[in-house]
């Protein structure tokens, strides 16, 4: 009997097992990326409606925000360039010998969080800063709209789109990095399971787009409570000089340790103002090839969010004494 003919008397369900092991190894593993994709955007048209049902003015602020984020040219250009750039990087020789998956990964996610802290902080600036600087945040605050409101209602309305790019360039990047495996290893001429390979690596890299965009968050209240004070460029400057420091500080308050006490002190001051930003990265763990637990992203986003908070209290008291006449 022909193939046509096996077809015709099999099931549609074993057909399209049948046609399922046909594909690509790095297909087979991603499938699963896009159903992902779909399952966060759903989460975050629920809690979008629940923040309309609970709180209708703050969800008004947001999607107000939300609209003005996505009419600006920066949002369109970071998912076409962001999106490119990943699938560049699935191609880049890195002459890494062996290890060029782990540099894609390293590379892809920092793009990422990038791309993210970039779109947050000018965000909160046009959103807020220029608002109150041309004065409509005033009619806003003089209808029955309070202060509190409007600010979380802006910091919200900053995660929206910032959380939109994430889930688009997610996805981008989890289906080249599942691409990246089968096209390393047709290049060396390698064998196994390269299913399992591509789903190993999607498994490993996912959390580490849970903890950038964690990280991204910190950084969306800081632009937000600073948003209330100073514009755009200063806002830019502030962010940028913390995304360094914040990463720099373990490090020197490890080596300062026991040395110089007035460093170690600095550094520890330092250390406990500013977000401890080693939380939100795998660096270690796509280095030693290792998965990072869910506890562990269950603890770094209870810490986003206390330090969120705070950040954001501080940003309430910064406004309720900005005088917007």
């Excluded at 750039?85 to 020789?93: E, K, N, R, S, V």
């Excluded at 791309?115 to 800063?129: K, Y």
């Excluded at 940028?240 to 080596?255: C, D, E, K, N």
């Amino acid at each position: 009997m022909p193939a046509q003919g096996y077809f015709d008397v099999l099931s549609p369900g074993v057909t399209a097992i049948l046609l399922f092991a046909e594909l690509p190894p790095w297909v087979r593993a991603a499938w699963i990326v896009p159903v992902g994709a779909v399952a966060a955007l759903g989460a975050l048209g629920v809690l979008a409606a629940a923040v309309r049902l609970l709180m209708p003015k703050i969800a008004a602020i947001a999607q107000t925000t939300l609209k003005e984020a996505l009419a600006e040219p920066l949002f369109w250009v970071e998912l076409v360039l962001g999106s490119l750039l990943l699938f560049a990087l699935a191609f880049i020789p890195y002459n890494t010998f062996g290890d060029d998956v782990k540099v894609m990964k390293d590379s892809g996610l920092t793009l990422i969080l990038l791309a993210g802290i970039l779109l947050a902080v000018w965000t909160a600036s046009v959103s807020v800063a220029d608002e109150l600087e041309g004065r409509t945040a005033l009619t806003l605050l003089s209808k029955p709209m309070t202060r509190r409101q409007f600010l979380i209602g802006k910091f919200l309305g900053v995660l929206t789109p910032v959380y939109l790019l994430f889930v688009v360039l997610g996805v981008v990047f989890l289906v080249m990095v599942s691409f990246k495996v089968t096209f390393d290893a047709r290049e060396a001429a390698l064998t196994g399971d390269l299913t399992r390979f591509c789903r190993q690596e999607i498994e490993q890299v996912a959390p580490g787009l849970a903890l950038a965009y964690l990280e991204t968050i910190v950084f969306s209240s800081i632009s937000v409570a600073i948003a209330t004070r100073l514009p755009m460029v200063p806002n830019l400057i502030v962010c940028a000089t913390i995304y360094v420091v914040g990463h720099l500080v373990p490090l020197f308050v490890q080596s300062s340790a026991g040395e110089q006490p007035i460093v170690a002190f600095v550094g520890q001051v330092l250390a406990t103002v500013l977000p401890v930003l080693d939380h939100f990265t795998i660096q270690a763990a796509v280095a030693a090839g290792r998965e990072v637990p869910l506890r562990y992203v269950g603890t770094a986003a209870a810490y986003s969010a206390v330090y969120s908070a705070v950040v954001m209290l501080l940003g309430l008291l910064l406004f309720e004494d900005r005088d917007l006449g």
